[in-house]
């Protein structure tokens, strides 16, 4: 099976921009999450969605949504962006079932200048 | 809510020596314990992971990891590095209810073999 898919793998973006970025889960997964990863903050969960419904939510400020579409593809969208949104933004998927593992893909690096 | 402390940030160790990457957690219910690695420009590899049963669980890369329920600990060991090893690792726990619950991370130990 193809593992998980993230576009674009890097971005560079302007203060007050928005910006999208895409997750492709595994083959038969219908839950996927994301994370925000910085140097200071480490990795921080940013919200889950599951059967297109979003199922939890980290604490982000509402700049940061998200959604997921009938194929269990999934985008996360931050707006207003601020030098502080500069991370790698990972997508993780798994069945969505009980307690099984997360496959993450490699990850969107944002620039934001 | 939970926690997760990694108590090393940096672990630099010579290659086929034993290395011991340490996590001691939080929590006020039953949780689920992981270990990711993180290679360079890459995404989150699972290790290992704890559910129930034997507490000394094996992973991939002869890694491996003991969970301490009364020391709330769940380190991770090798026998014998290697420099392919070098790479960052983190220690995650999720509420043990299954379903929704999210990862919670520790901040991560970047092990460095040295030749």
């Known amino acids: 099976k193809a593992g998980v898919t993230q576009t674009p793998r890097y971005l560079i973006k302007t203060r007050g921009q928005q910006v999208t970025l895409s997750c492709s889960p595994i083959?038969?997964?219908?839950?996927v999450s994301w994370y925000q990863q910085t140097p200071g903050q480490g990795l921080q969960f940013l919200f889950e969605?599951?059967?297109?419904?979003?199922?939890n939510k980290g604490n982000f400020p509402g700049r940061f949504s998200g959604r997921q579409f009938s194929n269990s593809r999934s985008e996360m969208n931050v707006s207003t962006l601020e030098l502080g949104d500069s991370a790698l933004y990972l997508c993780?998927?798994?069945?969505?079932?009980?307690?099984?593992?997360?496959?993450f893909g490699p990850g969107t690096r944002l620039l934001v200048l | 809510a939970q926690s997760v402390t990694q108590l090393d940030s940096q672990v630099p160790v010579f290659e086929e020596a034993p290395v011991e990457l340490r996590c001691n957690y939080s929590?006020?219910?039953?949780?689920?314990l992981f270990w990711y690695v993180q290679y360079p420009n890459q995404g989150l590899q699972l290790l290992l992971k704890?559910?129930?049963?034997?507490?000394l669980v094996k992973g991939i890369n002869g890694f491996e990891a003991e969970f301490n329920k009364s020391q709330t600990s769940f380190h991770l060991r090798k026998p014998s590095v290697h420099i392919s090893d070098t790479a960052e690792y983190f220690c995650?726990?999720?509420?043990?209810?299954?379903?929704?619950?999210?990862?919670?991370f520790g901040k991560g130990t970047k092990l460095t073999v040295n030749p």
């Open positions: 995650a726990v999720q509420r043990g209810q299954g379903g929704s619950e999210k990862l919670v």
């Open positions: 704890y559910l129930s049963g034997s507490t």
């Open positions: 993780a998927s798994r069945t969505g079932e009980g307690t099984e593992t997360q496959y």
């Open positions: 929590s006020s219910v039953s949780v689920y």
């Open positions: 969605y599951f059967s297109e419904t979003q199922r």
């Open positions: 083959s038969g997964h219908r839950s």
